[in-house]
């Protein structure tokens, strides 16, 4: 029998073990680099489907498919060893029925080498989570606004804001917490909403634009680090990374416009004999 090799990740225990404790550090990534970056400050590290806008340019997530998932999935799980890697299953990888959320689930985490996924979570999707998990795939649930149900929704509005629809949101966390998912991410919601789903789930529920009553807090990193000249109402930015690349970038023409780049100190030179 082959050794067994050390997991050095954080696990699934470790992510369900933080409820009501130290608030989870999350963060999205969706290449090697900025994997790198994060990977000793964060506890999960989500392959969100926010890359089909994020990096893709497209104007929602519901263009994602599964090779864009795989090939940022693949990346991030080079780019980092510590932190636990989620990574988001596309529109329509999953909502047909529970055979094809099982195919597709295994299949990221066959290619990429991630540890769980993440299922946008409306009612319905109990039975895949279910399924899944039976299967040896652990699953973050997402409930509130879901990004993938804009259509329906008709746009990216905050969710539970009548009284059937706190009942909703509230009935989808504790279904996919039912269901076996063990943690669930809450997405544009007001703070007693978000507060009342914590106290009644007893899995971690991970806030975005849900307030500080989460059991932990995750942001599309690009947002909080300033890249974008708009950011929602619930991202702090804590970087100005837009100013910086454009300054270099400016520099940058200016002294290639100028003959200044490449200069010696940039060149090769033939060595003498
Ligand atoms: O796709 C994503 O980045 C997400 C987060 C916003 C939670 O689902």
């Not at 498919?65 to 999935?73: A, D, N, R, Y």
């Not at 979570?121 to 895949?128: K, M, N």
Request: glycine letters at 10%; proline letters at 4%.
């Amino acid at each position: 029998m082959s050794k067994q090799t050390e997991i050095r990740r954080k696990t699934v225990r470790d992510i369900a073990a933080a409820k009501g404790g130290q608030p989870l550090v999350c963060l999205t990534a969706y290449d090697a680099p900025m994997a790198e970056i994060m990977d000793p400050h964060c506890d999960v590290i989500l392959v969100g489907d926010s890359v089909g806008m994020v990096v893709h340019g497209l104007p929602s997530t519901v263009g994602v498919t599964m090779e864009m998932m795989i090939l940022h999935g693949q990346a991030v799980m080079r780019g980092s060893d510590q932190a636990f890697v989620v990574v988001d299953m596309p529109f329509g990888s999953y909502e047909t029925n529970a055979d094809q959320a099982f195919l597709n689930a295994a299949r990221l985490m066959q290619e990429t080498g991630c540890q769980a996924v993440k299922i946008e979570s409306g009612a319905y999707a109990a039975h895949q989570i279910e399924h899944l998990v039976e299967r040896g795939v652990p699953v973050m649930g997402h409930v509130g606004l879901r990004p993938q149900a804009i259509n329906v929704v008709g746009g990216f509005k905050a969710q539970g804001r009548t009284g059937g629809e706190r009942d909703r949101v509230m009935a989808e966390a504790k279904a996919a917490e039912n269901a076996g998912a063990f943690a669930i991410v809450i997405e544009g919601v007001a703070e007693d909403l978000a507060e009342e789903i914590t106290r009644a789930v007893a899995i971690p529920t991970i806030g975005i634009g849900a307030s500080a009553a989460c059991d932990g807090q995750i942001l599309v990193t690009q947002d909080m680090l300033g890249l974008f000249d708009w950011t929602p109402k619930f991202v702090r930015r804590y970087g100005d990374v837009r100013a910086g690349i454009e300054k270099s970038i400016e520099g940058y023409a200016a002294d290639v416009r100028a003959r200044r780049f490449p200069g010696a100190a940039e060149t090769y030179k033939l060595s003498k004999p």
